[in-house]
């Protein structure tokens, strides 16, 4: 009987680990009532063959306008301004060489997106747009330890009176949140890295399974809801009521399946049935 439980206690221990590994900040689906009263516009409401492409004004704008919260990238440029822009790389977008770190904010303003009239916004110019209008989900870019991006974006958003939270796939940014505004919002993204077969190696296994949870402590993980099923991250939402946040969805078909897994939905692509 002793080995058995000798047994048993060893193979209990990974297990308990495990599940402190990846606790998250417990009982926060409560929160989703400030966040979860609306769907959440991917870039903006935006399609990038017409004058209204991914994190333009006028995506905002149009967002805005048809009562849909906000989703939306921060990075820097050179001398410190955070922009608002998805990829690090300007090719895809601007048909430029270089990243957005590259430049100054007065280059960058030059610079059209996908041919339209629009140019890259500042993320201050935004937030004045916005006004409070609708909730924002703000993701914060930061390649590997350069988290400047946190107080200078943080430094607008404090005199900001809407309703916002942040996220980012880089847990740093999390921990940074945690240590210097444990009040705001923070989320935790993630996806789906090893098991799409894109990506390798222990940074994306740890990720991928949330198993800095226990660091950086995230109100809620928004994850690629075509790995819904990723175990951590069920556990996340199921065991300790973390609030769950679904992305990117491209579909109705797509937004009535993921209601079973989440809570909160980010979509481009299509226009949501009303709540």
Not at 129 to 139: A, N, S, T, W, Y
Not at 222 to 244: G, Q
Request: net charge positive; proline share 4%.
């Amino acid at each position: 009987m002793k080995i058995w439980k000798r047994l048993a206690g060893a193979a209990a221990a990974p297990a308990v680990l495990y599940l402190l590994a990846i606790m998250p900040k417990t009982g926060t689906r409560k929160k989703k009532e400030g966040f979860g009263e609306v769907y959440y516009a991917h870039r903006g409401l935006h399609d990038n063959a017409t004058q209204a492409p991914e994190n333009s004004m006028e995506a905002f704008r149009r967002a805005v306008g048809q009562g849909y919260g906000i989703e939306m990238d921060i990075q820097l440029s050179s001398d410190g301004v955070p922009v608002v822009f998805h990829d690090f790389t300007l090719e895809r977008i601007c048909n430029r060489k270089g990243k957005v770190c590259d430049y100054t904010w007065q280059e960058l303003r030059s610079f059209r997106l996908c041919g339209s009239r629009e140019t890259i916004p500042a993320f201050e110019e935004v937030l004045e747009m916005v006004d409070g209008r609708v909730p924002l989900i703000v993701e914060l870019k930061a390649e590997w330890t350069d988290v400047s991006v946190c107080p200078l974006a943080d430094a607008l958003l404090e005199k900001y009176r809407g309703l916002y939270c942040i996220e980012s796939f880089n847990p740093l940014v999390l921990l940074w949140y945690r240590r210097n505004r444990k009040k705001v919002v923070r989320g935790q993204l993630s996806d789906g890295f090893i098991r799409s077969g894109e990506f390798r190696g222990a940074l994306y296994y740890f990720l991928q399974d949330l198993l800095l949870n226990w660091v950086t402590k995230p109100d809620f993980v928004a994850y690629n809801h075509k790995y819904a099923n990723v175990l951590a991250r069920r556990l996340c939402r199921l065991l300790y009521k973390n609030m769950a946040v679904a992305w990117t969805i491209k579909s109705q078909q797509e937004l009535e399946k993921a209601r079973e897994e989440f809570d909160i939905f980010i979509f481009d692509s299509f226009l949501p049935d009303e709540k």
